[in-house]
Nanobody, 124 residues
């Protein structure tokens, strides 16, 4: 049974930073492409960032480029999303997802496993 667990969300002021973690049990994340997605109230889920399993290639939504960084720590079986210069429009529930074939990238199709989500609220 593969489980993904996100953590690190919370309330932060505009301009602040958070680091989200996606930890796995039952699978080695190094063999999976990992995507971070978010969903704000009343909006569709959108892809935020992606890291491949093959060569570590990364992709970012235009809205977060230059502010968010995705990375892996295979020893800890964890993927991180460092979020800097946060804006109120970044407020959402953030999910990580694992894709063995690596085809979904920033589209939420083809992902094999999803976490339960962690709330990020950016507000003064």
């Amino acid at each position: 049974q593969v489980q993904l667990v996100e953590s690190g969300g919370g309330l932060v002021q505009p301009g602040g930073s958070l680091r989200l973690s996606c930890a796995a049990s039952g699978a080695k994340l190094q063999y999976y492409a990992i995507g971070w997605f978010r969903q704000a109230p009343g909006k569709e889920r959108e892809g935020v960032s992606y890291i491949s399993s093959s060569d570590g290639s990364t992709y970012y939504a235009d809205s977060v480029k230059g502010r968010f960084t995705i990375s892996r720590d295979n020893a800890k079986n964890t993927v991180y999303l460092q979020m800097n210069s946060l804006k109120p429009e970044d407020t959402a529930v953030y999910y990580c997802a694992a894709d063995l074939l690596g085809v979904g990238i920033l589209h939420d199709v083809g992902y094999d496993y999803w976490g339960q989500g962690t709330q990020v609220t950016v507000s003064s």
